[in-house]
């Protein structure tokens, strides 16, 4: 189901009766939407006001189907603003069909193949003595580390990726919303 150029991180996924712990037994809002954990992460994303980029993106990449699928899956999802941070005409040159291979590179970086929630991952952080090596299907390799309540990510440019919504539980994984679009070495 996942082609070779889906990257997604190997993190070990904890029971999913730990999902609402941090939000008090709901899941957050985000882009001013209410989350609902008997949705798939697609049928979230389009709701999301930040994440309109994200979703056209991962239409534009022909990844609607597989994340809609039964998963697991965690996305770290990056919002509009993330996307705006990126070099002029950036957005606009991924979405373009003959960039399609790039553009599914680029978002499958963001997809962890398990149902990977906040206390997991600083767990395989502690673990690891500090920071934790993700690796991802399609090559790339994220190194996880936490400060306090805050996960942050360094892709493989060296650029930090902080998690600013953690834990939006879905029917098949988990949203963690990013500040920054995560980009694999060139």
């Given at each position: 189901m996942l082609n070779k150029t889906f990257a997604t991180i190997a993190i070990a996924a904890t029971a999913s009766l730990a999902h609402a712990d941090d939000h008090g037994g709901e899941n957050p809002m985000v882009g001013g939407a209410p989350m609902f954990a008997d949705k798939n992460i697609v049928e979230n994303?389009?709701?999301?006001?930040?994440?309109?980029t994200l979703v056209a993106a991962?239409?534009?990449?022909?990844?609607?189907?597989?994340?809609?699928?039964?998963?697991?899956?965690?996305?770290?999802?990056?919002?509009?603003?993330?996307?705006?941070?990126?070099?002029?005409?950036t957005v606009e040159t991924l979405l373009k069909p003959e960039n399609k291979e790039m553009l599914t590179k680029v978002l499958t970086c963001h997809v962890v193949s398990a149902?990977?929630?906040?206390?997991?991952?600083?767990?395989?952080?502690?673990?690891?003595?500090?920071?934790?090596?993700?690796?991802?299907?399609?090559?790339?390799?994220?190194?996880?580390?936490y400060d306090?309540?805050?996960?942050?990510?360094?892709?493989?440019?060296g650029r930090t990726i902080n998690v600013t919504i953690a834990d939006v539980d879905q029917s098949n994984g988990v949203i963690h919303v990013v500040d920054t679009v995560i980009l694999p070495a060139m």
């Open positions: 994303a389009v709701n999301s006001a930040d994440h309109t991962v239409k534009a990449a022909g990844l609607v189907e597989t994340l809609q699928s039964e998963g697991p899956f965690t996305v770290f999802a990056p919002t509009n603003a993330a996307f705006d941070q990126l070099k002029a005409g149902d990977a929630m906040s206390g997991a991952i600083k767990g395989m952080i502690d673990d690891d003595g500090g920071s934790h090596v993700v690796p991802t299907v399609g090559g790339c390799e994220l190194d996880a580390t306090g309540d805050k996960i942050m990510l360094e892709d493989e440019r």
